[in-house]
């Protein structure tokens, strides 16, 4: 069996620190689906606490909120991305399709009498 060979590449935004990344998004992308904080760090096997950890340094680092949350109650609480971290999101998805796409393109040309 021949062995496949490919790049894998994760793509993080900095300021001073690191601000945004794959594993923010990926909170986020599980927060627009399920409409909950608790519940996306919890489908991630993540802490809650961590989650929101995670979410308080990015959105201080950014400078801007990520979530707009409200508490529970009668008809329970939730949480949606703001129209910002929609944006964000967005481009960020698409700017580490654009960058997997030039480095595989890449990587197979200039690897292809290697392997």
Known sequence: METKFRPVMTIRIFAD????????????????????????????????????????????????????????????GGAVLTEQAKKLLTEYDAYCRDLEAYAEHQFAERFENVF
């Open 17 to 76: 620190e690191k601000c945004f990344g794959p594993g923010i998004a990926r909170l986020l992308h599980r927060v627009e689906e399920l409409h909950s904080l608790r519940a996306a760090a919890s489908s991630m096997d993540m802490a809650y606490s961590k989650a929101w950890t995670i979410l308080r340094a990015s959105q201080q680092a950014l400078g801007f909120p990520l979530l707009e949350s409200t508490t529970g109650g009668k008809n329970g």
